[in-house]
Structures are given as structure tokens and as C-alpha cells.
């Protein structure tokens, strides 16, 4: 079984006031750690700058840009009780978001069979318009939407363009609906009545989605559970 780890310096550049719990220290005892013999057949890499095309998978627009606008030059500002950013948030928390959707692109791909993704700020409490624990993007909740077996081909990679398209269907989505599920498509009415030959047509299709499903059930752990 092969697992791939992905990380990158960027991470450490995410400062919080002295002795927050969400601190690069953190990192830096994961770096450590991994570093041991033991761990010698882990497949690593660095994780690549995210695009806002996945970032709206989760999180609207004027709150994107309004972090954006917020994001320091020098020192450090609060946006909540006890989440602050500092200069290098901004690539910290891009590189969270473009290790996540790597991490599961390889393992949905089948070159790695799972993935750890060594990033901060972690990426789990955000809410779709503000930070929250710590986080400012929820990186877990965006490669479940990036990564909907339901919508993807079973044999070809989404591409970027598809994967902007979906970014567009996901917000006009959340607006009518409101906030409410994972979108879900139609199934055929001769499916529902349970028609032998429907359900043996796609039968293979379904197994095959839901066995790369299984593969790809995507966590983030924060201070709260390290």
C-alpha cells in the first residue's frame, strides 16, 4: 500500500499570536516525526497553490474577496476570537486547498491508495461566509463537492474547465436551494421501478463509482484532535 504525503514550507509562514494552540510548532513535530526510518516508503510531494474555482465549491465570493482585501502586509490582525492572520496565511491556506483536491485527485486516479496532507491552517470549522476554530477554508467539505462520484466520468480526469463549470452549478445551486444537501441526480424512472435490464446496465458503473467512493472519504484534523 502506498501513501503519499503532501506539504509545503508556505505552511509555517501561517503566524498566531504567541502560544496559540494553532501554532507552526505543530507542523514542524509532523515534519519531525515523518522524517524517521519508519517512514521511509511514504511518497512525498509538495502540495500545490489551490484555485479559487475550488474555494467556491465551499465558500461565497465577497467573503473570498474580503479575506483577500483583509490579508496583512506586515503583522497580525483578528478575524474572530481566535483566528488571526498574518502575512503568509493567504498561501498557507491556498496550499491547504491545493493539497486537499491533489491528495484526492491522486488517490481517486489510483497511483496512490491514500494520502496525508501535512498543511495549515487546518481546514474543517470554516462556514461558507467566515472563519471559525482556527480555519479559514473548509478544505474537507470542497474535495467532497470537487470529487462527486456521481457526476464524474469513470474512466477519464475532471478537467480544470469542468471543474470551473461544476464551480458555477455548485453556487447556482446553494442559491436555490439554500444551503440545503449534496446535489443529486435524477434517477431513471425505469431504475426506480426496478427494472432488471436498467439496474444490469448500470450496475458496473455504480460499482465502480462506489468502490473509488470508498477510497476517497476525505478528514481534517485540527489542534482539537491531533
Known sequence: MTTLVLTHPACLDHLTPPGHPERPDRLRAIDQVLAEDRFDRLVRGEAPEGTLDSVTLCHNEHYISELRHIAPTRGLIHVDADTSMSPGTWEAAMRGVG?????????????????????????????????????????????????????????????????????????????????AGRRQRQIPRRVRKRDPAALAEIQPRADHRLGRLRRTLPGSAGVDQS
Open 99 to 179: 493539497g486537499a483536491v491533489a491528495a484526492t485527485d491522486a488517490v481517486m486516479a489510483g497511483t496512490q491508495n491514500n494520502a496525508f496532507v501535512a498543511v495549515r491552517p487546518p481546514g474543517h470549522h470554516a462556514e461558507t461566509n467566515k472563519p471559525m476554530g482556527f480555519c479559514f477554508f473548509d478544505n474537507a467539505a470542497m474535495v467532497r463537492s470537487e470529487r462527486d462520484v456521481l457526476l464524474d466520468p469513470p474512466d477519464a480526469a475532471v478537467s480544470r474547465h469542468r471543474r470551473a463549470g461544476r464551480a458555477r452549478r455548485a453556487r447556482h445551486h446553494r442559491q436555490r436551494a439554500a444551503g
